[in-house]
Nanobody, 127 residues
Framework: QVQLVESGGGLVQAGGSLRLSCAASGRTGSSYAMGWFRQAPGKDREFVAAIRWSRWGGGSTYYADSVKGRFTISGGNANNPLYLQMNSLKPEDTAVYYC?????????????????WGQGTQVTVSS
């Protein structure tokens, strides 16, 4: 079992920054990738970013078009926390943000492919 706990959410003005963290515990060694998703009020949960680690070190990152250039995903391997640095925040970024782990296949943008989820952290961006 893997337990995921997100933190770092809050209220910020448009143009501001936040850094989300996701602490993982349990049997995390088998996970080769992790991701961030978000769910805005009245909308479906959507992909935000994912990171896949290489056995040789480093990793590949993937972003939704809506956050590319503003958000950065990092960490998450070797029992380190997973991070999501969010800059130049917009009101439309307001959502509950979830981290996810242990995907069952390489299609990291699909939430159904992840086995474990955190409870989420609220991000509110005021205009």
């Amino acid at each position: 079992q893997v337990q995921l706990v997100e933190s770092g959410g809050g209220l910020v003005q448009a143009g501001g920054s936040l850094r989300l963290s996701c602490a993982a515990s349990g049997r995390t060694g088998s996970s080769y990738a992790m991701g961030w998703f978000r769910q805005a009020p009245g909308k479906d949960r959507e992909f935000v970013a994912a990171i896949r680690w290489s056995r040789w070190g480093g990793g590949s990152t993937y972003y939704a078009d809506s956050v590319k250039g503003r958000f950065t995903i990092s960490g998450g391997n070797a029992n380190n926390p997973l991070y999501l640095q969010m800059n130049s925040l917009k009101p439309e970024d307001t959502a509950v943000y979830y981290c996810a782990a242990d995907p069952t296949n390489p299609i990291l943008i699909t939430q159904a492919n992840y086995n474990y989820w955190g409870q989420g952290t609220q991000v509110t961006v005021s205009s």
